[in-house]
């Protein structure tokens, strides 16, 4: 049962547009992320932010940007997709009293730009 | 630069089998070593973890060992089932860290026939 949720599922853009995707979660945890999964499976992490007003880059460069006005939603922008912006995205949470929380993921959006 | 490196990329057992993800890293700094298992479909949730005080650990029909003079650590499946299809993933961080330092392996597809 999901306490995180992502939309959309599934989204076919074409280049150019500019998308977000949603990410809240209900379980008040403040440090939330976001992950781009290739289709070979390996997660790469992309942004990250340990609460309100506060976001980070991850270990992989990406050209989309993220805020966090909320604690309960962390919205991913991408300006202008592109082909190479095709991807699975994750978003996920953790508490950030406790060491080594787990994360807690969302089910995912699949992006294609076509 | 890959801290975490998973083997194998894929595997398929029959039902009843052992089947064994091994993964190896490189910071000694690493004191925490989680393991993750995705479904199609869905993100990835937290399937159990060990601390380098132990050398294993059991929940269920997972097993984790963990070799910290070779810096290698194993997932095992006891008795695994066509219901344990998945991908798994290896994890480390360092202790007291958040999980925006979590390290993933590149991810292990599983398939039990039955």
């Known amino acids: 049962e999901a306490d995180i949720y992502q939309t959309p599922r599934y989204l076919v853009i074409g280049t150019g547009k500019k998308i977000t995707l949603e990410c809240s979660q209900t379980?008040?945890?403040?440090?939330m992320y976001w992950y781009q999964q290739d289709p070979g499976m390996e997660l790469h992490l992309i942004h990250y932010?340990?609460?309100?007003?506060?976001?980070e880059k991850g270990d992989l460069s990406s050209e989309s940007t993220v805020s966090r006005i909320r604690t309960e939603h962390f919205p991913l922008t991408l300006e202008s997709a592109r082909p190479s912006h095709t991807s699975q995205y994750l978003c996920?949470?953790?508490?950030?009293?406790?060491?080594?929380?787990?994360?807690?993921f969302g089910n995912g959006t699949r992006l294609t730009v076509t | 630069q890959q801290q975490v490196k998973q083997s194998p990329q894929s595997l398929i057992v029959q039902k009843g089998g052992i089947p064994i993800i091994n993964c190896a890293y490189e910071?000694?700094?690493?004191?925490?070593f989680p393991w993750y298992q995705q479904f199609p479909g869905k993100g990835p949730a937290l399937l159990i973890a060990?601390?380098?005080?132990?050398s294993e650990k059991k929940e269920g029909r997972f097993t984790i060992s963990f070799n910290k003079s070779a810096k290698q650590f194993s997932l095992h499946i006891m008795d695994s089932q066509p219901g344990d299809s998945a991908t798994y993933f290896c994890?480390?961080?360092?202790?007291?860290?958040?999980?925006?330092?979590?390290?993933f392996g590149e991810g292990t597809q599983l398939t039990v026939n039955p």
């Open positions: 996920a949470s953790s508490e950030i009293e406790r060491d080594n929380s787990p994360l807690h």
């Open positions: 379980m008040g945890h403040d440090k």
């Open positions: 932010s340990y609460g309100v007003n506060s976001t």
């Open positions: 910071n000694t700094a690493f004191d925490y």
């Open positions: 060990i601390r380098p005080d132990v």
């Open positions: 994890a480390a961080s360092i202790a007291g860290t958040s999980g925006s330092r979590l390290t």
